[in-house]
Protein backbone atom coordinates (compact mmCIF):
# COMPACT_ATOMS: atom_id res chain seq x y z
CA UNK A 1 0.00 0.00 0.00
CA UNK A 2 1.03 3.44 -0.93
CA UNK A 3 0.83 6.07 1.70
CA UNK A 4 0.46 9.51 -0.47
CA UNK A 5 2.44 12.22 2.09
CA UNK A 6 0.61 15.62 0.57
CA UNK A 7 1.86 18.76 0.46
CA UNK A 8 -0.95 20.69 -0.45
CA UNK A 9 0.74 23.74 -0.68
CA UNK A 10 3.06 22.35 -3.44
CA UNK A 11 0.64 20.75 -5.29
CA UNK A 12 -1.55 24.10 -5.50
CA UNK A 13 1.57 25.92 -7.29
CA UNK A 14 1.93 22.65 -9.58
CA UNK A 15 1.52 23.58 -13.60
CA UNK A 16 -2.17 23.01 -14.25
CA UNK A 17 -1.91 19.12 -16.37
CA UNK A 18 -5.16 20.34 -18.26
CA UNK A 19 -4.15 22.51 -20.74
CA UNK A 20 -2.59 21.46 -24.33
CA UNK A 21 0.32 22.75 -25.68
CA UNK A 22 0.11 23.71 -29.60
CA UNK A 23 1.49 21.55 -32.14
CA UNK A 24 1.13 21.68 -36.07
CA UNK A 25 0.76 19.29 -38.57
CA UNK A 26 3.28 18.22 -40.97
CA UNK A 27 1.42 15.97 -43.16
CA UNK A 28 -2.23 14.10 -43.25
CA UNK A 29 -3.25 11.80 -45.14
CA UNK A 30 -6.52 9.86 -45.11
CA UNK A 31 -5.34 5.71 -44.84
CA UNK A 32 -8.47 3.85 -45.26
CA UNK A 33 -12.04 5.46 -44.87
CA UNK A 34 -11.79 5.93 -41.25
CA UNK A 35 -8.32 6.47 -39.91
CA UNK A 36 -6.59 9.36 -41.14
CA UNK A 37 -2.69 9.38 -40.55
CA UNK A 38 -0.57 12.60 -39.08
CA UNK A 39 3.00 13.83 -38.72
CA UNK A 40 2.86 16.30 -36.50
CA UNK A 41 5.18 18.59 -34.32
CA UNK A 42 5.20 20.42 -31.39
CA UNK A 43 5.40 24.24 -31.12
CA UNK A 44 8.61 24.97 -28.52
CA UNK A 45 10.12 22.20 -27.50
CA UNK A 46 9.83 18.75 -28.89
CA UNK A 47 7.55 15.85 -27.65
CA UNK A 48 9.69 13.55 -25.47
CA UNK A 49 7.99 10.04 -25.91
CA UNK A 50 8.87 6.34 -25.82
CA UNK A 51 7.56 3.67 -27.94
CA UNK A 52 3.55 2.42 -26.65
CA UNK A 53 2.69 6.00 -25.49
CA UNK A 54 -0.30 7.89 -26.28
CA UNK A 55 -1.23 12.04 -26.33
CA UNK A 56 -4.90 13.54 -25.91
CA UNK A 57 -5.34 15.08 -29.26
CA UNK A 58 -7.69 18.30 -28.60
CA UNK A 59 -9.53 19.97 -31.36
CA UNK A 60 -10.39 23.57 -29.48
CA UNK A 61 -14.22 24.03 -29.11
CA UNK A 62 -14.91 20.14 -29.42
CA UNK A 63 -12.67 18.32 -26.65
CA UNK A 64 -9.85 15.50 -26.77
CA UNK A 65 -9.23 11.92 -28.19
CA UNK A 66 -6.75 9.64 -26.55
CA UNK A 67 -4.35 8.78 -29.60
CA UNK A 68 -1.86 6.23 -29.72
CA UNK A 69 1.48 7.07 -31.20
CA UNK A 70 2.29 5.21 -33.84
CA UNK A 71 5.89 6.90 -34.50
CA UNK A 72 9.30 5.64 -32.38
CA UNK A 73 11.28 8.27 -30.85
CA UNK A 74 14.45 7.57 -33.01
CA UNK A 75 12.47 8.89 -36.50
CA UNK A 76 13.34 12.18 -35.24
CA UNK A 77 10.87 15.58 -33.23
CA UNK A 78 8.12 14.62 -35.27
CA UNK A 79 5.28 12.28 -33.90
CA UNK A 80 2.88 10.65 -36.30
CA UNK A 81 -0.54 9.49 -35.06
CA UNK A 82 -3.50 7.26 -36.74
CA UNK A 83 -6.72 8.44 -36.01
CA UNK A 84 -9.94 6.33 -36.23
CA UNK A 85 -12.86 8.58 -36.83
CA UNK A 86 -15.32 7.44 -34.25
CA UNK A 87 -16.81 9.80 -32.12
CA UNK A 88 -17.00 13.68 -32.37
CA UNK A 89 -13.38 14.76 -32.22
CA UNK A 90 -11.56 12.16 -34.25
CA UNK A 91 -14.66 12.86 -36.86
CA UNK A 92 -13.30 16.57 -37.02
CA UNK A 93 -9.77 15.88 -37.40
CA UNK A 94 -10.84 14.44 -41.04
CA UNK A 95 -10.43 17.54 -42.23
CA UNK A 96 -7.41 18.21 -40.95
CA UNK A 97 -5.07 19.24 -42.85
CA UNK A 98 -0.66 19.77 -43.19
CA UNK A 99 -0.71 23.33 -41.78
CA UNK A 100 -3.88 23.00 -39.18
CA UNK A 101 -2.71 22.66 -35.77
CA UNK A 102 -4.11 20.80 -32.67
CA UNK A 103 -3.71 20.79 -28.66
CA UNK A 104 -1.61 18.04 -27.61
CA UNK A 105 -1.50 16.63 -24.07
CA UNK A 106 1.21 14.33 -22.84
CA UNK A 107 2.86 12.05 -23.72
CA UNK A 108 1.20 9.24 -20.80
CA UNK A 109 1.12 6.13 -19.66
CA UNK A 110 3.77 3.61 -19.58
CA UNK A 111 5.84 2.24 -22.75
CA UNK A 112 7.48 -0.94 -24.53
CA UNK A 113 10.76 -2.02 -22.80
CA UNK A 114 12.63 -2.74 -26.21
CA UNK A 115 15.49 -2.99 -23.56
CA UNK A 116 14.55 -6.01 -21.97
CA UNK A 117 13.94 -7.53 -25.32
CA UNK A 118 17.38 -6.67 -26.59
CA UNK A 119 19.28 -9.69 -28.70
CA UNK A 120 16.43 -11.80 -28.44
CA UNK A 121 13.28 -12.72 -30.69
CA UNK A 122 10.40 -10.10 -31.12
CA UNK A 123 6.76 -11.34 -32.19
CA UNK A 124 4.54 -8.54 -33.13
CA UNK A 125 1.01 -9.81 -33.61
CA UNK A 126 -1.17 -6.87 -34.47
CA UNK A 127 -5.21 -6.64 -35.65
CA UNK A 128 -6.50 -3.22 -37.60
CA UNK A 129 -6.13 -0.20 -36.00
CA UNK A 130 -3.65 -2.30 -33.29
CA UNK A 131 -1.03 -1.82 -35.85
CA UNK A 132 -0.91 1.51 -34.57
CA UNK A 133 0.37 1.60 -31.22
CA UNK A 134 2.57 -1.63 -32.36
CA UNK A 135 4.27 0.51 -35.25
CA UNK A 136 6.02 2.68 -32.83
CA UNK A 137 7.96 -0.33 -31.14
CA UNK A 138 8.22 -2.26 -35.05
CA UNK A 139 9.63 1.12 -35.68
CA UNK A 140 12.44 1.16 -32.94
CA UNK A 141 13.18 -2.09 -33.39
CA UNK A 142 13.76 -1.80 -37.29
CA UNK A 143 15.97 1.42 -36.47
CA UNK A 144 17.96 -0.80 -34.25
CA UNK A 145 17.98 -3.75 -35.77
CA UNK A 146 21.65 -5.12 -35.19
CA UNK A 147 20.12 -4.98 -31.08
CA UNK A 148 17.38 -7.58 -31.68
CA UNK A 149 17.72 -11.67 -33.46
CA UNK A 150 14.81 -12.71 -35.26
CA UNK A 151 12.10 -10.03 -35.70
CA UNK A 152 8.75 -11.22 -36.82
CA UNK A 153 5.33 -8.78 -37.76
CA UNK A 154 1.71 -10.65 -37.74
CA UNK A 155 -0.65 -8.33 -39.28
CA UNK A 156 -4.17 -8.79 -39.81
CA UNK A 157 -7.46 -7.03 -40.57
CA UNK A 158 -10.95 -7.51 -41.80
CA UNK A 159 -10.61 -7.13 -45.09
CA UNK A 160 -7.87 -5.60 -47.69
CA UNK A 161 -9.51 -2.11 -47.66
CA UNK A 162 -8.84 -2.12 -43.77
CA UNK A 163 -4.98 -2.69 -43.73
CA UNK A 164 -3.24 -0.12 -42.68
CA UNK A 165 0.78 1.24 -43.64
CA UNK A 166 0.30 -0.81 -46.22
CA UNK A 167 2.67 -0.02 -48.41
CA UNK A 168 5.22 1.03 -45.64
CA UNK A 169 4.61 -3.06 -44.31
CA UNK A 170 5.66 -4.41 -48.19
CA UNK A 171 8.48 -2.75 -47.45
CA UNK A 172 9.06 -4.59 -43.81
CA UNK A 173 9.10 -7.42 -45.98
CA UNK A 174 11.34 -6.71 -48.81
CA UNK A 175 14.32 -6.04 -46.11
CA UNK A 176 14.95 -9.26 -46.04
CA UNK A 177 15.39 -9.35 -42.27
CA UNK A 178 12.03 -9.07 -41.14
CA UNK A 179 9.71 -12.16 -41.63
CA UNK A 180 6.39 -10.40 -42.05
CA UNK A 181 3.17 -11.97 -42.87
CA UNK A 182 -0.72 -10.31 -43.76
CA UNK A 183 -3.80 -11.65 -43.61
CA UNK A 184 -7.26 -10.91 -44.23
CA UNK A 185 -10.41 -12.07 -42.76
CA UNK A 186 -11.93 -11.48 -45.73
CA UNK A 187 -10.32 -11.28 -49.12
CA UNK A 188 -11.45 -8.89 -52.41
CA UNK A 189 -11.11 -9.88 -56.12
CA UNK A 190 -7.91 -8.53 -55.93
CA UNK A 191 -6.33 -9.34 -52.93
CA UNK A 192 -3.77 -12.46 -53.81
CA UNK A 193 -2.43 -12.67 -50.01
CA UNK A 194 -3.76 -14.81 -47.17
CA UNK A 195 -7.62 -15.27 -46.07
CA UNK A 196 -8.40 -16.26 -42.38
CA UNK A 197 -8.40 -14.84 -38.86
CA UNK A 198 -4.99 -13.58 -37.90
CA UNK A 199 -4.34 -16.91 -35.04
CA UNK A 200 -3.67 -19.06 -38.19
CA UNK A 201 -0.29 -17.47 -38.99
CA UNK A 202 0.97 -18.52 -36.04
CA UNK A 203 1.66 -21.96 -38.06
CA UNK A 204 3.29 -20.12 -40.48
CA UNK A 205 6.21 -19.02 -38.41
CA UNK A 206 8.79 -20.35 -36.32
CA UNK A 207 8.85 -19.26 -32.83
CA UNK A 208 11.65 -19.99 -30.30
CA UNK A 209 9.40 -20.49 -26.87
CA UNK A 210 12.76 -19.58 -25.09
CA UNK A 211 13.74 -16.61 -26.42
CA UNK A 212 10.38 -14.79 -27.79
CA UNK A 213 8.65 -11.89 -26.80
CA UNK A 214 5.28 -11.49 -28.42
CA UNK A 215 3.94 -7.85 -28.54
CA UNK A 216 -0.12 -8.34 -29.24
CA UNK A 217 -2.26 -5.17 -29.87
CA UNK A 218 -5.34 -5.73 -31.33
CA UNK A 219 -9.70 -5.44 -30.54
CA UNK A 220 -10.33 -7.47 -27.07
CA UNK A 221 -11.84 -10.43 -29.05
CA UNK A 222 -8.75 -10.87 -31.16
CA UNK A 223 -6.70 -10.97 -27.59
CA UNK A 224 -7.90 -13.53 -25.99
CA UNK A 225 -7.51 -15.75 -29.52
CA UNK A 226 -3.97 -14.50 -30.06
CA UNK A 227 -2.75 -14.83 -26.78
CA UNK A 228 -3.67 -18.48 -26.63
CA UNK A 229 -1.89 -19.36 -29.74
CA UNK A 230 1.51 -17.25 -28.26
CA UNK A 231 0.46 -19.76 -24.87
CA UNK A 232 0.40 -22.64 -27.22
CA UNK A 233 3.82 -22.10 -29.22
CA UNK A 234 5.46 -21.93 -25.58
CA UNK A 235 5.76 -18.47 -24.46
CA UNK A 236 5.95 -18.08 -20.83
CA UNK A 237 3.05 -15.49 -19.67
CA UNK A 238 5.54 -12.63 -18.75
CA UNK A 239 7.13 -12.29 -21.98
CA UNK A 240 3.48 -12.13 -24.09
CA UNK A 241 2.94 -7.85 -23.84
CA UNK A 242 -0.10 -6.46 -24.54
CA UNK A 243 -1.83 -3.20 -24.93
CA UNK A 244 -5.30 -2.46 -23.74
CA UNK A 245 -7.65 0.06 -24.89
CA UNK A 246 -9.40 1.96 -22.67
CA UNK A 247 -11.24 5.38 -22.01
CA UNK A 248 -8.30 7.46 -21.05
CA UNK A 249 -9.77 11.12 -20.38
CA UNK A 250 -7.49 12.68 -17.91
CA UNK A 251 -4.21 10.78 -18.79
CA UNK A 252 -2.90 11.38 -15.22
CA UNK A 253 -4.80 8.62 -13.41
CA UNK A 254 -7.58 11.04 -11.94
CA UNK A 255 -10.56 10.96 -13.86
CA UNK A 256 -11.02 7.31 -13.33
CA UNK A 257 -12.42 6.71 -16.18
CA UNK A 258 -9.67 4.11 -18.01
CA UNK A 259 -9.69 2.06 -14.00
CA UNK A 260 -9.49 -1.41 -14.46
CA UNK A 261 -10.12 -2.36 -11.32
CA UNK A 262 -7.50 -0.82 -8.74
CA UNK A 263 -5.44 -0.35 -11.90
CA UNK A 264 -5.22 3.59 -13.78
CA UNK A 265 -4.38 2.03 -17.35
CA UNK A 266 -3.23 5.80 -18.53
CA UNK A 267 -0.31 5.94 -15.91
CA UNK A 268 0.63 2.05 -15.16
CA UNK A 269 -0.74 0.94 -18.96
CA UNK A 270 -1.21 0.96 -21.56
CA UNK A 271 1.16 -1.35 -21.75
CA UNK A 272 0.89 -5.24 -19.68
CA UNK A 273 1.99 -8.72 -19.64
CA UNK A 274 -0.34 -11.35 -19.97
CA UNK A 275 0.93 -12.21 -16.62
CA UNK A 276 -0.82 -8.97 -15.19
CA UNK A 277 -3.72 -8.68 -17.44
CA UNK A 278 -4.44 -12.60 -16.10
CA UNK A 279 -4.39 -11.47 -12.59
CA UNK A 280 -6.62 -8.16 -13.18
CA UNK A 281 -9.65 -10.42 -14.65
CA UNK A 282 -11.12 -7.02 -16.11
CA UNK A 283 -8.12 -6.50 -18.42
CA UNK A 284 -9.52 -8.65 -21.42
CA UNK B 1 -1.71 24.76 22.93
CA UNK B 2 -4.03 24.10 25.69
CA UNK B 3 -7.47 23.50 25.63
CA UNK B 4 -9.98 26.43 25.49
CA UNK B 5 -13.72 27.00 25.69
CA UNK B 6 -16.30 29.52 23.88
CA UNK B 7 -19.91 30.18 24.65
CA UNK B 8 -22.41 29.13 22.75
CA UNK B 9 -23.34 32.95 22.84
CA UNK B 10 -20.17 34.12 21.21
CA UNK B 11 -20.49 31.76 18.09
CA UNK B 12 -22.00 34.51 16.09
CA UNK B 13 -19.53 37.30 17.17
CA UNK B 14 -16.49 34.49 15.87
CA UNK B 15 -18.15 33.58 12.36
CA UNK B 16 -18.84 37.54 11.37
CA UNK B 17 -14.94 38.13 12.16
CA UNK B 18 -14.29 35.20 10.13
CA UNK B 19 -16.52 36.19 7.81
CA UNK B 20 -14.31 39.24 7.54
CA UNK B 21 -11.57 37.21 6.30
CA UNK B 22 -12.89 34.35 4.14
CA UNK B 23 -16.50 32.92 2.70
CA UNK B 24 -18.24 31.05 5.40
CA UNK B 25 -19.95 27.80 4.81
CA UNK B 26 -21.67 25.99 7.10
CA UNK B 27 -24.54 23.92 7.44
CA UNK B 28 -27.57 25.78 7.27
CA UNK B 29 -31.91 24.44 7.89
CA UNK B 30 -33.18 23.85 4.48
CA UNK B 31 -36.59 22.79 5.33
CA UNK B 32 -38.74 20.77 7.98
CA UNK B 33 -40.76 18.03 6.77
CA UNK B 34 -45.18 19.18 6.86
CA UNK B 35 -45.50 15.73 8.24
CA UNK B 36 -42.87 15.18 11.26
CA UNK B 37 -41.60 18.57 12.77
CA UNK B 38 -38.52 16.94 13.76
CA UNK B 39 -37.48 15.40 10.56
CA UNK B 40 -35.16 18.63 9.26
CA UNK B 41 -33.63 18.52 6.43
CA UNK B 42 -29.89 20.54 6.24
CA UNK B 43 -27.19 21.29 3.77
CA UNK B 44 -24.03 22.91 3.21
CA UNK B 45 -23.71 26.40 2.01
CA UNK B 46 -21.95 29.66 2.29
CA UNK B 47 -23.68 31.77 4.39
CA UNK B 48 -24.97 34.98 5.05
CA UNK B 49 -26.21 35.67 8.44
CA UNK B 50 -24.34 33.77 11.37
CA UNK B 51 -27.57 32.82 12.37
CA UNK B 52 -28.33 30.87 10.20
CA UNK B 53 -25.43 28.41 10.93
CA UNK B 54 -26.75 25.30 12.68
CA UNK B 55 -24.27 23.05 14.51
CA UNK B 56 -26.36 20.92 15.84
CA UNK B 57 -26.81 19.31 12.07
CA UNK B 58 -27.11 15.82 11.44
CA UNK B 59 -26.81 14.50 8.12
CA UNK B 60 -26.46 16.68 4.94
CA UNK B 61 -27.16 15.11 1.65
CA UNK B 62 -23.87 16.70 -0.27
CA UNK B 63 -20.98 17.33 2.16
CA UNK B 64 -18.73 20.04 2.14
CA UNK B 65 -16.89 18.67 -0.66
CA UNK B 66 -18.12 20.21 -2.97
CA UNK B 67 -16.46 23.95 -1.79
CA UNK B 68 -13.15 22.14 -2.53
CA UNK B 69 -14.33 20.27 -5.71
CA UNK B 70 -16.99 22.02 -7.39
CA UNK B 71 -19.96 19.98 -9.47
CA UNK B 72 -18.39 21.98 -12.04
CA UNK B 73 -15.43 23.79 -12.42
CA UNK B 74 -13.59 25.35 -15.16
CA UNK B 75 -9.98 24.06 -16.11
CA UNK B 76 -9.13 26.05 -19.01
CA UNK B 77 -10.15 28.69 -21.54
CA UNK B 78 -8.92 29.16 -25.40
CA UNK B 79 -9.98 31.10 -28.57
CA UNK B 80 -11.49 29.91 -31.44
CA UNK B 81 -10.51 31.42 -34.69
CA UNK B 82 -7.58 33.15 -33.80
CA UNK B 83 -4.66 32.06 -32.15
CA UNK B 84 -6.28 29.04 -29.61
CA UNK B 85 -3.73 30.35 -26.78
CA UNK B 86 -4.81 27.86 -24.43
CA UNK B 87 -5.04 29.22 -20.75
CA UNK B 88 -5.53 27.01 -16.84
CA UNK B 89 -8.09 28.71 -15.57
CA UNK B 90 -7.33 28.29 -11.41
CA UNK B 91 -10.06 29.98 -9.42
CA UNK B 92 -9.97 29.74 -5.52
CA UNK B 93 -10.66 32.39 -2.75
CA UNK B 94 -10.36 32.26 1.26
CA UNK B 95 -12.81 30.06 2.79
CA UNK B 96 -13.62 28.22 5.95
CA UNK B 97 -15.58 25.49 6.33
CA UNK B 98 -17.52 25.83 9.60
CA UNK B 99 -18.55 22.54 11.64
CA UNK B 100 -17.04 19.89 9.31
CA UNK B 101 -17.74 16.49 11.04
CA UNK B 102 -15.26 13.97 11.64
CA UNK B 103 -16.32 11.54 8.77
CA UNK B 104 -16.10 14.99 6.46
CA UNK B 105 -12.72 15.61 7.83
CA UNK B 106 -11.36 11.79 7.00
CA UNK B 107 -12.62 12.64 3.53
CA UNK B 108 -10.88 15.47 2.48
CA UNK B 109 -7.91 14.13 3.64
CA UNK B 110 -8.50 11.12 0.98
CA UNK B 111 -9.44 13.98 -2.27
CA UNK B 112 -6.58 15.65 -0.84
CA UNK B 113 -4.13 12.71 -1.21
CA UNK B 114 -6.11 11.52 -4.81
CA UNK B 115 -5.50 15.16 -6.37
CA UNK B 116 -2.41 15.05 -5.12
CA UNK B 117 -1.00 11.38 -6.16
CA UNK B 118 1.38 11.35 -8.95
CA UNK B 119 0.60 14.47 -10.84
CA UNK B 120 -0.83 17.01 -8.68
CA UNK B 121 -4.38 18.66 -9.53
CA UNK B 122 -3.68 22.44 -8.70
CA UNK B 123 -7.03 23.08 -9.55
CA UNK B 124 -8.46 21.20 -6.37
CA UNK B 125 -5.33 22.27 -4.61
CA UNK B 126 -5.06 25.41 -5.00
CA UNK B 127 -8.88 25.52 -3.70
CA UNK B 128 -7.83 23.36 -0.84
CA UNK B 129 -4.99 25.23 0.13
CA UNK B 130 -6.86 27.89 0.61
CA UNK B 131 -9.41 26.55 2.52
CA UNK B 132 -9.24 26.69 6.62
CA UNK B 133 -11.21 23.76 8.24
CA UNK B 134 -13.06 23.45 11.39
CA UNK B 135 -14.10 20.72 12.76
CA UNK B 136 -17.38 19.77 15.25
CA UNK B 137 -17.20 16.76 17.21
CA UNK B 138 -19.95 14.03 17.51
CA UNK B 139 -21.71 12.59 20.50
CA UNK B 140 -23.46 9.91 18.65
CA UNK B 141 -24.30 8.59 15.48
CA UNK B 142 -26.28 10.68 12.49
CA UNK B 143 -28.06 7.36 12.18
CA UNK B 144 -28.46 3.75 11.26
CA UNK B 145 -26.59 4.15 7.76
CA UNK B 146 -23.32 5.51 9.51
CA UNK B 147 -20.82 3.18 10.14
CA UNK B 148 -17.39 5.58 10.79
CA UNK B 149 -16.14 4.03 13.75
CA UNK B 150 -15.86 0.75 11.87
CA UNK B 151 -14.27 2.90 9.09
CA UNK B 152 -11.91 4.63 11.27
CA UNK B 153 -13.11 7.97 10.51
CA UNK B 154 -14.76 9.11 13.67
CA UNK B 155 -11.26 10.10 15.46
CA UNK B 156 -8.88 11.83 12.80
CA UNK B 157 -5.84 13.01 14.08
CA UNK B 158 -5.04 15.90 11.49
CA UNK B 159 -6.85 17.10 8.31
CA UNK B 160 -8.33 20.20 10.68
CA UNK B 161 -7.75 23.17 11.69
CA UNK B 162 -9.86 23.86 14.54
CA UNK B 163 -12.16 20.95 15.97
CA UNK B 164 -14.86 22.06 18.06
CA UNK B 165 -16.53 19.95 21.02
CA UNK B 166 -20.32 20.97 21.64
CA UNK B 167 -20.38 21.03 25.54
CA UNK B 168 -23.89 22.40 27.16
CA UNK B 169 -23.68 26.08 26.48
CA UNK B 170 -19.95 26.24 25.31
CA UNK B 171 -17.40 24.83 22.30
CA UNK B 172 -14.52 22.71 23.65
CA UNK B 173 -11.69 24.22 20.99
CA UNK B 174 -8.71 22.54 20.54
CA UNK B 175 -6.28 24.24 17.68
CA UNK B 176 -4.28 21.47 15.37
CA UNK B 177 -2.73 24.40 13.04
CA UNK B 178 -0.98 27.66 12.96
CA UNK B 179 -4.14 28.55 10.66
CA UNK B 180 -6.05 27.40 13.69
CA UNK B 181 -4.20 29.37 15.93
CA UNK B 182 -4.92 32.25 13.94
CA UNK B 183 -8.76 31.94 13.15
CA UNK B 184 -8.92 31.20 16.87
CA UNK B 185 -7.68 34.11 17.35
CA UNK B 186 -10.91 36.54 16.84
CA UNK B 187 -13.25 34.34 18.98
CA UNK B 188 -13.80 34.94 22.71
CA UNK B 189 -11.76 31.95 24.00
CA UNK B 190 -10.65 31.25 27.72
CA UNK B 191 -8.60 28.66 28.94
CA UNK B 192 -10.52 25.93 29.86
CA UNK B 193 -11.22 25.08 33.57
CA UNK B 194 -10.50 22.22 35.49
CA UNK B 195 -14.32 21.65 35.18
CA UNK B 196 -14.45 22.10 31.63
CA UNK B 197 -11.45 19.67 31.40
CA UNK B 198 -13.77 17.08 32.77
CA UNK B 199 -16.63 17.71 31.18
CA UNK B 200 -14.59 17.39 27.43
CA UNK B 201 -13.43 14.34 29.37
CA UNK B 202 -16.92 13.04 30.08
CA UNK B 203 -18.10 14.03 26.51
CA UNK B 204 -15.22 11.52 25.04
CA UNK B 205 -16.52 8.94 27.14
CA UNK B 206 -20.11 9.10 26.12
CA UNK B 207 -18.73 9.80 22.64
CA UNK B 208 -17.06 6.08 22.71
CA UNK B 209 -20.32 4.85 24.31
CA UNK B 210 -22.52 5.88 22.02
CA UNK B 211 -21.08 4.25 18.73
CA UNK B 212 -20.44 0.98 18.10
CA UNK B 213 -18.90 -1.55 15.78
CA UNK B 214 -20.94 -2.57 13.17
CA UNK B 215 -18.75 -5.11 10.55
CA UNK B 216 -17.94 -8.54 11.92
CA UNK B 217 -14.20 -7.66 11.31
CA UNK B 218 -11.91 -4.93 11.58
CA UNK B 219 -11.42 -2.94 8.29
CA UNK B 220 -8.31 -3.69 7.38
CA UNK B 221 -9.28 -6.93 6.79
CA UNK B 222 -11.62 -5.14 4.37
CA UNK B 223 -9.25 -5.60 0.85
CA UNK B 224 -9.21 -9.42 1.67
CA UNK B 225 -12.79 -10.06 1.76
CA UNK B 226 -13.51 -7.61 -1.14
CA UNK B 227 -11.04 -9.84 -3.14
CA UNK B 228 -12.56 -13.55 -1.33
CA UNK B 229 -15.72 -12.40 -2.78
CA UNK B 230 -14.73 -10.95 -6.09
CA UNK B 231 -16.35 -13.67 -8.05
CA UNK B 232 -19.41 -14.14 -5.74
CA UNK B 233 -22.96 -14.08 -7.10
CA UNK B 234 -23.10 -11.47 -4.56
CA UNK B 235 -22.54 -8.40 -6.64
CA UNK B 236 -25.43 -10.28 -9.71
CA UNK B 237 -27.79 -9.99 -6.57
CA UNK B 238 -27.70 -6.71 -5.76
CA UNK B 239 -27.41 -5.36 -8.54
CA UNK B 240 -31.09 -6.78 -9.42
CA UNK B 241 -32.08 -3.72 -7.28
CA UNK B 242 -29.43 -1.38 -8.51
CA UNK B 243 -31.04 1.45 -11.16
CA UNK B 244 -27.58 2.34 -12.32
CA UNK B 245 -28.30 6.20 -11.18
CA UNK B 246 -25.57 7.24 -9.91
CA UNK B 247 -26.93 8.57 -6.84
CA UNK B 248 -23.97 7.19 -4.49
CA UNK B 249 -21.16 8.20 -6.40
CA UNK B 250 -23.41 11.95 -6.20
CA UNK B 251 -23.49 12.01 -2.95
CA UNK B 252 -20.00 10.41 -1.71
CA UNK B 253 -17.98 12.45 -0.13
CA UNK B 254 -14.35 10.62 -1.51
CA UNK B 255 -15.92 9.96 -5.24
CA UNK B 256 -13.60 11.98 -7.21
CA UNK B 257 -14.38 10.67 -11.02
CA UNK B 258 -14.85 13.47 -13.47
CA UNK B 259 -15.81 14.17 -16.90
CA UNK B 260 -14.35 16.83 -19.02
CA UNK B 261 -16.30 18.66 -22.00
CA UNK B 262 -15.74 21.77 -23.72
CA UNK B 263 -18.58 24.76 -23.64
CA UNK B 264 -18.35 27.56 -26.32
CA UNK B 265 -19.45 31.08 -26.01
CA UNK B 266 -22.78 32.00 -28.23
CA UNK B 267 -20.21 34.36 -30.48
CA UNK B 268 -17.88 31.23 -31.29
CA UNK B 269 -15.09 33.41 -30.59
CA UNK B 270 -13.90 31.64 -27.14
CA UNK B 271 -14.45 27.91 -25.65
CA UNK B 272 -13.60 26.54 -22.41
CA UNK B 273 -12.88 22.86 -20.74
CA UNK B 274 -14.92 22.05 -17.67
CA UNK B 275 -14.98 19.15 -15.86
CA UNK B 276 -18.09 17.61 -14.15
CA UNK B 277 -18.85 15.09 -11.48
CA UNK B 278 -19.24 11.56 -13.37
CA UNK B 279 -20.35 8.66 -12.03
CA UNK B 280 -19.13 4.83 -12.26
CA UNK B 281 -22.57 3.59 -12.24
CA UNK B 282 -23.34 4.79 -15.82
CA UNK B 283 -23.36 2.74 -18.22
CA UNK B 284 -21.01 4.81 -20.84
CA UNK B 285 -18.22 5.60 -18.22
CA UNK B 286 -16.13 2.96 -18.55
CA UNK B 287 -17.42 2.76 -22.99
CA UNK B 288 -14.45 3.62 -25.95
CA UNK B 289 -15.21 5.21 -28.58
CA UNK B 290 -15.20 2.38 -30.87
CA UNK B 291 -18.70 1.35 -28.75
CA UNK B 292 -16.36 -1.57 -26.78
CA UNK B 293 -18.31 -1.61 -22.89
CA UNK B 294 -15.39 -2.85 -20.41
CA UNK B 295 -18.87 -3.21 -17.51
CA UNK B 296 -21.51 -3.46 -19.42
CA UNK B 297 -23.15 -5.40 -16.50
CA UNK B 298 -24.82 -3.23 -13.99
CA UNK B 299 -23.11 -5.95 -11.51
CA UNK B 300 -19.70 -4.87 -12.33
CA UNK B 301 -20.25 -1.73 -12.35
CA UNK B 302 -21.71 -2.11 -9.00
CA UNK B 303 -18.63 -4.18 -7.63
CA UNK B 304 -16.57 -2.33 -9.20
CA UNK B 305 -17.62 1.20 -6.80
CA UNK B 306 -17.74 -1.49 -3.59
CA UNK B 307 -13.94 -2.21 -4.11
CA UNK B 308 -13.23 0.86 -5.28
CA UNK B 309 -14.47 2.15 -1.63
CA UNK B 310 -13.19 -0.71 0.38
CA UNK B 311 -10.04 -1.42 -1.71
CA UNK B 312 -8.67 0.21 -4.50
CA UNK B 313 -8.64 3.66 -3.28
CA UNK B 314 -7.26 2.73 0.07
CA UNK B 315 -4.44 0.52 -1.69
CA UNK B 316 -3.82 3.79 -4.15
CA UNK B 317 -3.52 6.76 -1.47
CA UNK B 318 -3.08 4.98 1.81
CA UNK B 319 -6.57 6.70 2.63
CA UNK B 320 -9.76 5.10 3.32
CA UNK B 321 -12.04 5.10 -0.07
CA UNK B 322 -15.06 5.07 2.34
CA UNK B 323 -15.55 6.89 5.54
CA UNK B 324 -18.69 5.35 6.65
CA UNK B 325 -21.54 8.21 6.48
CA UNK B 326 -23.93 6.38 5.24
CA UNK B 327 -25.26 8.72 2.62
CA UNK B 328 -25.01 6.94 -0.47
CA UNK B 329 -27.48 4.67 1.26
CA UNK B 330 -29.55 7.17 2.26
CA UNK B 331 -29.46 8.57 -1.58
CA UNK B 332 -30.32 4.72 -3.04
CA UNK B 333 -33.53 4.86 -4.27
CA UNK B 334 -33.26 1.13 -4.35
CA UNK B 335 -32.06 1.06 -0.76
CA UNK B 336 -28.52 -0.54 -1.46
CA UNK B 337 -26.26 -0.21 1.75
CA UNK B 338 -22.50 -0.42 1.45
CA UNK B 339 -22.31 -1.10 5.31
CA UNK B 340 -24.69 -4.03 4.91
CA UNK B 341 -22.84 -5.32 1.63
CA UNK B 342 -19.64 -5.04 3.42
CA UNK B 343 -21.09 -7.02 6.56
CA UNK B 344 -22.97 -9.51 4.15
CA UNK B 345 -19.86 -10.94 2.58
CA UNK B 346 -17.97 -10.52 5.63
CA UNK B 347 -19.83 -13.08 7.09
CA UNK B 348 -20.00 -15.07 3.93
CA UNK B 349 -16.36 -16.17 4.63
Given amino acids: MTQVDVDIEKGAAAESPYVPRMAQILAAEQMTETERFFRLKMEGPPLVYEPGQFVEVMVFGLGESPISICSSPTQGDAFELTVRSVGIVTNALKKFEKGHRVGIRGPFGNHFDYDVMKGQDVLFVAGGLGLAPTRSLIRYVLDKRKDYAKVTILFGAREPKWLLFRQEVQEWGKRGDVDVRVTVDRGDPSWKGNVGVITRLFNKVEIDPARTWAVIVGPPVMFKFTVLEALAAGIPEHRIICSLERHMKCGIGKCGHCQIRGIYVCRQGPVFTYEQVKKLREGI | MLPQVLKRSDLGVWITALAAERRVAAPVLKETSPADPKDLKFAWEYIADPADVRLDYTVTVLG ?41 VTAIATLDAAFYKDVPDPHYLSRRADTAIIGLDCAKPCDDSSFCLDMGSLYPESGYDVMLTPEEDRYFVEVKTE ?13 ATKQEMQARQAFAEKKRAAFHFQLPCEVKYLPEILDASYDSLVWEAIARRCFSCGSCNTTCPTCYCFDVYDDVAVDLTRGCRIRRYDSCQLDPFATVAG ?50 TFVQIAGSR
Wanted: one cysteine or more; hydrophobic letters at 30%; proline letters at 7%.
Fill in chain 2, 64 to 104: PKKFLWPTRQKLATYNLGGEPDPKPLIEHEAQVLFGVHPCD
Fill in chain 2, 291 to 340: GEDFRKDRSSRLRHRMFRKGKYILEQTGRTGCVGCGRCERACVAGISIKE
Fill in chain 2, 179 to 191: LGQALVEAAKVKP
